[in-house]
């Protein structure tokens, strides 16, 4: 009993002094890292989005002109039209991902799948393995005019053949279907992995509680995995706020400006237009707008969980 | 409780149709690849390869340095998700374990670097590598891609750390386990799943990024396997759809290997019985 | 108990884990060697090549060890004689280096070609650095600005000139004039309407011409000499039916060859062309010129399209929608040329690659396909050329280099990578003139082109060309008038120009 408590003060005393610094050694690696690969270019940035930096121009005309540049891109039409299509696209994207990524995980997860059928988690994540320089051309194959598998489907069901590239509404749809491809395998793994931190007693418990599996799913497992949801949205949140390689890859932004997003305007402005100091001061407001909108999301869902 | 007939038909009807969905595209890319030039855009399309070719393998293969592109890929990608994943679950842990000043303040500040567009990178990395001898190595490349899967990586371990009940380390600590042991032995072995899924979402990202290499790499013995897929794709030239598909075939093997031997670990990491404690 | 053992077997697998992880890097670390490996021994195979070519130079040149690099080559049963720029190249750049740029793929490969026959007369080494097509203007435009490692280059002539007016790149003038030109230079021989376009750019040599390309009109040659199809046509519309050479002409024959418009035609579209985005303005300037029109003014860099004849062109375009592929809009390079070569258009115009496309062993229109000048006569102008930049160290040494890929045997080396050659010697050799029938064509089109595919202002190039873009679409789409479309147009290229500090 004595010893005991002797040694949990020395245990105490230990804690004490040694945590002061434990923590710090344990992040210390990352936040080098970040700082210096992260913050500092960052920092640099900043600075040209206040400077008339353009490509192709003297060094000597490289000059601070103050808000210039984020005037500028805020009175860009193109800029300001793409804000409302790059929010919708993400809403849409991250949704289908949230729905489709836990179906399949949960189809994954069932015991039906579970011996000899292992291969399969491996296929499902195969777009994120091959390279998007490939997957990128195989859907411009696929909803090819004339030559596309994809009309040429929709033809032999007696359908008019769809412009997928030439008008709005079917080009936006293809990129969300090559977005959505290409990102909820991402989905797939993190929910597959959270699975696996659900005890499988506490279910047990309540299988033989008589609990239906929608309960269980609803009222044990997805909150229990809800750190791992929120996670999953807000990364895919900000991946799809930034979405650029399916846009300038598939439509090039076209027909007409319909499907650019705020990525690809600033960056065409910085490096096919020449005019870094310009792209970098959308990409600041950018920048600005995420965070905003990531803040009211956090607390409204903090809000809920609170509820 | 035994899974009736009728669920596991249904079981099996959803998983051929997220099939097709997820490897359809991969699918149209693997017969492409046996497919000769003439046979790729036709009417109607070809759903198999009528006369199999392998014509695009030898020309990916004989042609270029595919080899060496090859290799150049997954040291990088593999050299990213061993430091990666270390410095993450140190990070992830310090994190989950501790409290401390600024913890927050940090944390988010890491995800926020998530929410930064690739392009405010681009001209710091170019100008400050150039400057300190990093610009066209692979080790600069390594380091970008190490800080880039960071944010996520980081908060991924947070959340598997998070779901260690804090009982075990008392448990530990009761033993006598330090700092380090207690890292080591106790929380690490409790979050493969962390370990597993970060490793492959690291290794795929290194192991497939354009951007930042197009800009950082120059000479040729450096060139990763993305690099050199997209030069296949000439200006005014027909798109090489059998070469490019060949060449995209080939490099999934690597990662489908490793997501295979990965995913062994995926599925029985966390164990019921460490967590009942 | 269980637990225990549960754990125990959790540590264990971790265990394997982290062995497998070793193993990798083991793996690894055999990995980071053997790329070192081969990195070294390519470079010691390049500076090989360059030893024994030295070597080669100074003892008799029959040394057979690189065949290519050492016995005079023959191409088109031409030998090959003017190997060392006229006698100025006498291996006194040994030990130097260049480091040159291009876009990954013929072009590439064509430099490659000549790469050893330079290495062995200068005694310098070359080394290429070469980036995709798609995205490498982006990389060259940057290490310009802050990076400095290129040399020399090849670049789409709107770049050059764009590099030019930043003063990024030299003008070649001292060197071609200077002592260390060589006798074999000729720059009369260059097709002078390419030198003019390409080379020279505001009272300055900047570039020299590497590989030409113009819009060219390709045709059904079995269909327009068919005499049934003859006699048909000249039933319908009262004159011979012949390859057209106006706007007017191209518009009825287009219309005879069309499927929904005469149900006996043998193609079912008269004419197509790439009408997608990013490539669809080709079809307004291949007009343009035709009405007089241009689409800016070179010396003030204000647009030179918004008058009749630029609204005349765009409605030719917008007629032309007619006869064209109901999925003109979405033909890009790949699907508008499967499209000509499966058979199923009469006309096209494109750039000159899809002669080869056409003529494939599976192509249904191998042998039947003839070319000409677009009709109007003014058609759009590509192209590439040599250049060196100003912050390189080796000015001379990247100056002999281009001077020598510009040599006029050297070209010859290049045609079977599919450049086209620059000069006119070389078209008039007859070796070079009956090995592509597109040859005489694409020499008459050249003195023809007026307007150059990308907008030729500097530091605008790509920005005006989506400019160009997104009005002809929306014009070919029905959104705006012609008219409306080319006001719009002018007010972005106004803004554009001020925005950039060019307006004079």
Same mark, same amino acid.
């Given at each position: 009993?004595?010893?005991?408590?002797?040694?949990?003060?020395?245990?105490?005393?230990?804690?004490?002094?040694?945590?002061?610094?434990?923590?710090?050694?344990?992040?210390?690696?990352?936040?080098?890292?970040?700082?210096?690969?992260?913050?500092?270019?960052?920092?640099?940035?900043?600075?040209?989005?206040?400077?008339?930096?353009?490509?192709?121009?003297?060094?000597?005309?490289?000059?601070?002109?103050?808000?210039?540049?984020?005037?500028?891109?805020?009175?860009?039409?193109?800029?300001?039209?793409?804000?409302?299509?790059?929010?919708?696209?993400?809403?849409?994207?991250?949704?289908?991902?949230?729905?489709?990524?836990?179906?399949?995980?949960?189809?994954?997860?069932?015991?039906?799948?579970?011996?000899?059928?292992?291969?399969?988690?491996?296929?499902?994540?195969?777009?994120?393995?091959?390279?998007?320089?490939?997957?990128?051309?195989?859907?411009?194959?696929?909803?090819?005019?004339?030559?596309?598998?994809?009309?040429?489907?929709?033809?032999?069901?007696?359908?008019?053949?769809?412009?997928?590239?030439?008008?709005?509404?079917?080009?936006?749809?293809?990129?969300?279907?090559?977005?959505?491809?290409?990102?909820?395998?991402?989905?797939?793994?993190?929910?597959?992995?959270?699975?696996?931190?659900?005890?499988?007693?506490?279910?047990?418990?309540?299988?033989?509680?008589?609990?239906?599996?929608?309960?269980?799913?609803?009222?044990?497992?997805?909150?229990?995995?809800?750190?791992?949801?929120?996670?999953?949205?807000?990364?895919?949140?900000?991946?799809?706020?930034?979405?650029?390689?399916?846009?300038?890859?598939?439509?090039?932004?076209?027909?007409?400006?319909?499907?650019?997003?705020?990525?690809?305007?600033?960056?065409?402005?910085?490096?096919?237009?020449?005019?870094?100091?310009?792209?970098?001061?959308?990409?600041?407001?950018?920048?600005?707008?995420?965070?905003?909108?990531?803040?009211?999301?956090?607390?409204?869902?903090?809000?809920?969980?609170?509820? | 409780?035994?899974?009736?007939?009728?669920?596991?038909?249904?079981?099996?009807?959803?998983?051929?149709?997220?099939?097709?969905?997820?490897?359809?595209?991969?699918?149209?890319?693997?017969?492409?690849?046996?497919?000769?030039?003439?046979?790729?855009?036709?009417?109607?399309?070809?759903?198999?390869?009528?006369?199999?070719?392998?014509?695009?393998?030898?020309?990916?293969?004989?042609?270029?340095?595919?080899?060496?592109?090859?290799?150049?890929?997954?040291?990088?990608?593999?050299?990213?998700?061993?430091?990666?994943?270390?410095?993450?679950?140190?990070?992830?842990?310090?994190?989950?374990?501790?409290?401390?000043?600024?913890?927050?303040?940090?944390?988010?500040?890491?995800?926020?670097?998530?929410?930064?567009?690739?392009?405010?990178?681009?001209?710091?990395?170019?100008?400050?590598?150039?400057?300190?001898?990093?610009?066209? /190595?692979?080790?600069?490349?390594?380091?970008?891609?190490?800080?880039?899967?960071?944010?996520?990586?980081?908060?991924?371990?947070?959340?598997?750390?998070?779901?260690?009940?804090?009982?075990?380390?008392?448990?530990?600590?009761?033993?006598?386990?330090?700092?380090?042991?207690?890292?080591?032995?106790?929380?690490?072995?409790?979050?493969?799943?962390?370990?597993?899924?970060?490793?492959?979402?690291?290794?795929?990202?290194?192991?497939?990024?354009?951007?930042?290499?197009?800009?950082?790499?120059?000479?040729?013995?450096?060139? /990763?396997?993305?690099?050199?897929?997209?030069?296949?794709?000439?200006?005014?030239?027909?798109?090489?759809?059998?070469?490019?598909?060949?060449?995209?075939?080939?490099?999934?093997?690597?990662?489908?290997?490793?997501?295979?031997?990965?995913?062994?670990?995926?599925?029985?990491?966390?164990?019921?019985?460490?967590?009942?404690? | 108990?269980?637990?225990?053992?549960?754990?125990?077997?959790?540590?264990?697998?971790?265990?394997?884990?982290?062995?497998?992880?070793?193993?990798?890097?083991?793996?690894?670390?055999?990995?980071?060697?053997?790329?070192?490996?081969?990195?070294?021994?390519?470079?010691?195979?390049?500076?090989?090549?360059?030893?024994?070519?030295?070597?080669?130079?100074?003892?008799?040149?029959?040394?057979?060890?690189?065949?290519?690099?050492?016995?005079?080559?023959?191409?088109?049963?031409?030998?090959?004689?003017?190997?060392?720029?006229?006698?100025?190249?006498?291996?006194?750049?040994?030990?130097?280096?260049?480091?040159?740029?291009?876009?990954?793929?013929?072009?590439?490969?064509?430099?490659?070609?000549?790469?050893?026959?330079?290495?062995?007369?200068?005694?310098?080494?070359?080394?290429?650095?070469?980036?995709?097509? $798609?995205?490498?203007?982006?990389?060259?435009?940057?290490?310009?600005?802050?990076?400095?490692?290129?040399?020399?280059?090849?670049?789409?002539?709107?770049?050059?000139?764009?590099?030019?007016?930043?003063?990024?790149?030299?003008?070649?003038?001292?060197?071609?004039?200077?002592?260390?030109?060589?006798?074999?230079?000729?720059?009369? $021989?260059?097709?002078?309407?390419?030198?003019?376009?390409?080379?020279?750019?505001?009272?300055?040599?900047?570039?020299?011409?590497?590989?030409?390309?113009?819009?060219?009109?390709?045709?059904?040659? $079995?269909?327009?000499?068919?005499?049934?199809?003859?006699?048909?046509?000249?039933?319908?519309?009262?004159?011979?039916?012949?390859?057209?050479?106006?706007?007017?002409?191209?518009?009825?024959?287009?219309?005879?060859?069309?499927?929904?418009?005469?149900?006996?035609?043998?193609?079912?579209?008269?004419?197509?062309?790439?009408?997608?985005?990013?490539?669809?303005?080709?079809?307004?300037?291949?007009?343009?010129?035709?009405?007089?029109?241009?689409?800016?003014?070179?010396?003030?860099?204000?647009?030179?399209?918004?008058?009749?004849?630029?609204?005349?062109?765009?409605?030719?375009?917008?007629?032309?929608?007619?006869?064209?592929?109901?999925?003109?809009?979405?033909?890009?390079?790949?699907?508008?040329?499967?499209?000509?070569?499966?058979?199923?258009?009469?006309?096209?115009?494109?750039?000159?690659?899809?002669?080869?496309?056409?003529?494939?062993?599976?192509?249904?229109?191998?042998?039947?396909?003839?070319?000409?000048?677009?009709?109007?006569?003014?058609?759009?102008?590509?192209?590439?050329?040599?250049?060196?930049?100003?912050?390189?160290?080796?000015?001379?040494?990247?100056?002999?280099?281009?001077?020598?890929?510009?040599?006029?045997?050297?070209?010859?080396?290049?045609?079977?990578?599919?450049?086209?050659?620059?000069?006119?010697?070389?078209?008039?050799?007859?070796?070079?003139?009956?090995?592509?029938?597109?040859?005489?064509?694409?020499?008459?089109?050249?003195?023809?082109?007026?307007?150059?595919?990308?907008?030729?202002?500097?530091?605008?190039?790509?920005?005006?060309?989506?400019?160009?873009?997104?009005?002809?679409?929306?014009?070919?789409?029905? $959104?705006?008038?012609?008219?409306?479309?080319?006001?719009?147009?002018?007010?972005?290229?106004?803004?554009?120009?001020?925005?950039?500090?060019?307006?004079?």
């Amino acid at each position: 009993m004595l010893k005991i408590t002797k040694y949990q003060q020395i245990t105490r005393y230990q804690r004490r002094k040694r945590f002061e610094l434990a923590p710090y050694l344990f992040v210390l690696p990352a936040i080098l890292f970040i700082i210096l690969l992260a913050i500092i270019p960052i920092l640099y940035s900043l600075v040209i989005s206040f400077q008339s930096y353009r490509l192709g121009a003297p060094d000597s005309a490289i000059r601070f002109n103050g808000l210039d540049n984020y005037i500028k891109i805020l009175s860009n039409p193109t800029f300001i039209g793409s804000i409302g299509w790059t929010f919708t696209f993400a809403f849409i994207s991250v949704s289908v991902n949230l729905v489709l990524g836990l179906s399949v995980a949960l189809v994954l997860n069932h015991r039906v799948m579970q011996k000899g059928f292992k291969i399969f988690r491996s296929l499902f994540i195969l777009p994120l393995m091959l390279a998007p320089v490939v997957s990128a051309i195989m859907w411009k194959v696929l909803f090819a005019a004339i030559y596309g598998p994809v009309n040429y489907v929709i033809s032999v069901l007696g359908l008019p053949s769809v412009s997928w590239i030439g008008d709005e509404l079917p080009a936006k749809i293809a990129i969300l279907v090559i977005d959505i491809w290409s990102s909820t395998p991402f989905c797939v793994l993190i929910f597959l992995a959270a699975f696996q931190t659900i005890p499988t007693d506490l279910i047990e418990a309540a299988r033989i509680d008589g609990a239906s599996k929608s309960t269980i799913l609803f009222r044990i497992n997805l909150p229990i995995i809800r750190n791992f949801i929120a996670l999953i949205v807000s990364i895919r949140v900000m991946d799809a706020l930034r979405v650029f390689d399916s846009v300038i890859v598939f439509t090039n932004g076209g027909p007409g400006n319909s499907t650019e997003t705020i990525g690809t305007v600033i960056y065409k402005t910085a490096f096919r237009y020449s005019d870094i100091g310009g792209g970098s001061a959308g990409a600041f407001i950018f920048f600005v707008i995420i965070v905003a909108f990531t803040l009211i999301f956090l607390k409204l869902s903090s809000r809920n969980v609170e509820v | 409780m035994r899974t009736s007939r009728l669920e596991r038909i249904w079981i099996y009807f959803l998983v051929v149709v997220f099939m097709l969905f997820f490897t359809f595209p991969i699918y149209w890319a693997v017969t492409t690849s046996f497919k000769s030039p003439d046979r790729i855009l036709t009417l109607p399309p070809e759903v198999f390869p009528y006369s199999p070719t392998t014509d695009n393998y030898n020309e990916v293969i004989n042609n270029n340095q595919m080899g060496l592109y090859f290799l150049n890929s997954l040291f990088v990608a593999v050299s990213t998700t061993i430091v990666s994943v270390l410095i993450a679950a140190l990070a992830g842990y310090g994190f989950s374990r501790f409290r401390f000043r600024g913890k927050y303040f940090w944390l988010y500040l890491i995800l926020a670097i998530r929410t930064v567009p690739g392009l405010v990178f681009t001209l710091p990395y170019f100008v400050i590598f150039d400057k300190i001898g990093l610009l066209d /190595t692979l080790t600069g490349l390594i380091v970008v891609y190490i800080t880039a899967t960071l944010p996520l990586a980081v908060w991924l371990f947070v959340g598997f750390y998070d779901k260690i009940p804090t009982d075990i380390y008392d448990a530990a600590k009761i033993d006598g386990c330090g700092q380090l042991q207690m890292f080591g032995q106790v929380a690490l072995p409790l979050v493969v799943p962390g370990i597993v899924v970060t490793s492959i979402l690291n290794f795929l990202a290194a192991y497939n990024e354009f951007g930042t290499a197009l800009i950082l790499i120059f000479s040729d013995n450096n060139k /990763t396997l993305p690099l050199a897929i997209a030069g296949l794709i000439q200006l005014q030239k027909d798109t090489p759809f059998g070469t490019l598909s060949a060449a995209g075939t080939i490099a999934i093997i690597p990662a489908f290997l490793l997501s295979i031997f990965a995913q062994k670990y995926l599925v029985s990491g966390f164990t019921a019985g460490a967590v009942k404690g | 108990m269980s637990e225990q053992s549960k754990q125990r077997l959790s540590r264990r697998k971790f265990v394997a884990l982290t062995g497998g992880i070793l193993v990798t890097s083991g793996i690894l670390a055999a990995c980071g060697d053997n790329t070192a490996t081969p990195a070294t021994s390519a470079t010691t195979a390049a500076s090989g090549t360059a030893t024994t070519a030295a070597a080669g130079a100074t003892t008799a040149a029959a040394t057979t060890a690189a065949p290519t690099a050492s016995a005079a080559p023959e191409v088109f049963g031409i030998k090959l004689k003017d190997l060392d720029s006229g006698g100025t190249l006498k291996g006194q750049y040994a030990g130097k280096k260049l480091v040159f740029v291009t876009a990954d793929g013929d072009l590439t490969t064509a430099i490659k070609e000549v790469i050893p026959y330079f290495q062995k007369v200068s005694g310098a080494t070359v080394e290429m650095q070469t980036f995709p097509g $798609d995205s490498f203007m982006e990389k060259v435009q940057l290490d310009l600005q802050v990076g400095h490692h290129f040399d020399g280059m090849a670049m789409p002539i709107a770049n050059l000139h764009g590099y030019a007016y930043a003063n990024q790149i030299q003008d070649l003038t001292p060197f071609t004039t200077g002592k260390i030109a060589s006798p074999n230079l000729d720059m009369a $021989d260059f097709v002078p309407a390419l030198l003019e376009t390409y080379g020279k750019y505001q009272g300055k040599l900047v570039a020299l011409p590497y590989k030409p390309d113009v819009q060219l009109f390709f045709y059904r040659k $079995d269909i327009f000499e068919d005499p049934k199809m003859q006699a048909a046509f000249k039933a319908k519309n009262n004159t011979d039916l012949k390859v057209p050479t106006t706007m007017e002409e191209l518009k009825t024959v287009a219309a005879f060859f069309t499927k929904s418009l005469n149900p006996d035609s043998p193609t079912d579209y008269g004419f197509s062309s790439m009408g997608s985005k990013s490539n669809s303005r080709w079809n307004w300037t291949n007009r343009l010129g035709a009405y007089g029109a241009k689409d800016f003014d070179a010396t003030t860099f204000q647009p030179a399209f918004n008058n009749d004849g630029g609204v005349k062109a765009l409605q030719d375009v917008i007629d032309l929608k007619k006869y064209a592929p109901k999925e003109w809009l979405e033909l890009q390079w790949d699907n508008g040329n499967k499209l000509f070569s499966d058979g199923k258009v009469a006309m096209m115009e494109q750039w000159p690659g899809l002669y080869i496309i056409s003529q494939t062993d599976t192509s249904p229109v191998k042998g039947k396909v003839g070319v000409a000048v677009t009709p109007g006569g003014s058609p759009t102008l590509g192209g590439w050329g040599f250049a060196i930049t100003s912050t390189t160290k080796e000015p001379e040494l990247a100056y002999k280099f281009i001077e020598f890929l510009s040599g006029k045997d050297m070209q010859l080396l290049m045609v079977q990578h599919t450049i086209d050659p620059t000069r006119t010697s070389n078209y008039n050799r007859p070796e070079v003139a009956s090995s592509n029938p597109v040859y005489p064509v694409l020499f008459k089109s050249f003195a023809a082109g007026k307007i150059l595919a990308d907008v030729d202002i500097p530091g605008l190039v790509t920005k005006l060309n989506d400019v160009e873009e997104l009005y002809v679409q929306s014009a070919l789409k029905g $959104d705006l008038t012609p008219k409306q479309a080319l006001e719009k147009m002018a007010g972005d290229f106004v803004n554009e120009v001020k925005a950039a500090g060019l307006q004079k």
